[in-house]
């Protein structure tokens, strides 16, 4: 009988030790507020309405490029406290290659356009000009910067998606690669002549404005000492509507600062189906407006598509 209840006093310790081993990971499990990602896209110019740039004997020499971008985005854990969470910020650090606006001055070279070639095989004559005019570019730079957002949260309830409504600031540093001196354009070569518009290396460009964000999954809250707390989701959609003072882009009008710049930008980022991604992976589409803080200018009007890696998930 004494042997009995020793037995049944082992067996019930020994489940309790297993029990108590079982709850430990879930008891010490935090959510993340660390989100890494690596950003791959391209972005192609659509073109815009002429404003007073127009008269410029040189087009707008935008085209298709491609950019790549490490992403860091720090989240705060959520407090959800009384079964809300009101309040979120983030910090977001970003480097990698872009392309960036550029102002050059610039003027037709017919020897080495396609279109001009062709013409002149099917017997027309072509009269070359040597006109000059301001011109905006994009061109391909190293970038470092940062982001901060402070924000509003509705429907944040511990399950299920949430939004965010809030102010942004940004500041980056743009190093350009190399001091483009060609570009085409329909056919049309374009040489950059020495001029001061556009000759420096780097430039600073920063944004202020406001921000909408629909997180991409559910919300799932954990307890963190006693506290429902959750993480650092996925960006589903995302809305900045900003001011924009990038002095790469001085001079582009005569009588106008050009540097000051509103920037209306939109971006959606749907997961991909897991049957074509092994990890987490998410398709990213968007839309960026560019203009003159006046209005008098080119519209700079671009189209991102690629895709969105959590690295993070790649590695475990």
């Known amino acids: 009988m004494g042997a009995f209840r020793v037995s049944e006093g082992r067996s019930r310790l020994l489940l309790l030790l297993v029990l108590a081993c079982a709850s430990t990971p879930a008891a010490a499990q935090t959510p993340e507020r660390l989100r890494w990602e690596l950003v791959t896209n391209g972005s192609s110019n659509l073109g815009g309405s002429e404003g007073g740039s127009g008269e410029s004997p040189v087009p707008s020499l935008t085209g298709t490029d491609a950019n790549f971008m490490f992403q860091l985005d720090a989240q705060p854990l959520l407090n959800y406290g009384a079964r809300s969470a009101k309040l979120s910020h983030h910090l977001v650090f970003r480097t990698g290659i872009t392309t960036v606006g550029r102002t050059v001055t610039a003027k037709t070279d017919v020897a080495t356009s396609a279109v001009v070639e062709t013409l002149v095989s099917q017997g027309a004559t072509v009269t070359p000009t040597t006109t000059s005019g301001v011109s905006l ?46 570009f085409e354009k329909s056919g049309l070569t374009y040489v ?4 001061p518009a556009g000759s420096d290396a780097g430039y600073y460009r920063v944004e202020a404005g406001f921000r ?37 882009v001085q001079g582009l009008l005569p009588d106008i600062d050009t540097a000051n710049r509103l920037v209306m930008r939109f971006l959606a980022t749907p997961d991909l189906p897991d049957a074509m991604t092994m ?14 803080w006046r209005g008098k200018g080119t519209k700079d009007v671009r189209i991102f598509y690629g895709v969105n890696a959590d690295l993070k998930s790649l590695f475990k």
């Open 137 to 182: 570019t994009r061109q391909r730079a190293f970038t470092a910067g940062f982001e901060y957002s402070a924000n509003r949260l509705a429907q944040a309830q511990q399950n299920g998606a949430f939004m965010e409504f809030g102010v942004v600031a940004k500041g980056h540093f743009d190093a350009f690669l190399d001091d483009q001196r060609f």
């Open 192 to 195: 950059k002549v020495n001029a």
């Open 279 to 292: 990890k987490n992976m998410r398709m990213l589409l968007g839309l960026e407006v560019n203009n003159d």
């Open 212 to 248: 909408f964000r629909l997180s991409q999954k559910e919300e799932v809250a954990m307890p963190v000492a006693g506290v429902m707390k959750g993480g650092n989701v996925d960006d589903l959609l995302l809305l900045e509507v900003l001011y924009e003072r990038q002095e790469s």
